[in-house]
């Protein structure tokens, strides 16, 4: 079992920029960030391999977000940098067990992952 909590969302000016934190209550694999907008399916975001060497992002958010893991602290972030309006949506962290065989670039859907946080809402205004 992995628990995952998810802070630092909030309300932003468009250009702005914020950091999401997914804490692990123990060593996760492959670490997911979704969202999802009213309306609208989940859809991914990014993702970090079980070592953080391999990250995968959506075209949305490319050259904008950036995703990181602190091993020592069982966290992974999500640096999200210029945001628009369109990137307004309830954030979720998802979680897989440790598994070295695992590439992050074959889960990035939200049923590839287990584990999952309460979610956390980022608005920004236009």
């Known amino acids: 079992q992995v628990q995952l909590v998810e802070s630092g969302g909030g309300l932003v000016q468009a250009g702005g920029s914020l950091r999401l934190s997914c804490v692990c209550s123990?060593?996760?694999?492959?670490v997911g960030w979704f969202r999802q907008a009213p309306g609208k399916e989940r859809e991914f975001v990014a993702n970090?391999?079980?070592?953080?060497?391999?990250?995968n992002y959506a075209d949305s958010v490319k050259g904008r977000f950036t995703i990181s893991r602190d091993t020592a602290k069982n966290t992974v972030y999500l640096q999200m940098n210029s945001l628009k309006s369109e990137d307004t949506a309830v954030y979720f962290c998802?979680?897989?067990?440790?598994?070295?065989?695992?590439?992050?670039?074959?889960?990035?859907?939200?049923?590839?992952?287990?584990?999952w946080g309460q979610g956390t809402q980022v608005t920004v205004s236009s």
């Open positions: 123990r060593y996760a694999g492959t």
């Open positions: 970090i391999d079980w070592n953080g060497r391999s990250t």
């Open positions: 998802a979680a897989q067990l440790p598994d070295v065989t695992v590439q992050a670039m074959c889960v990035m859907v939200p049923t590839d992952y287990d584990y």
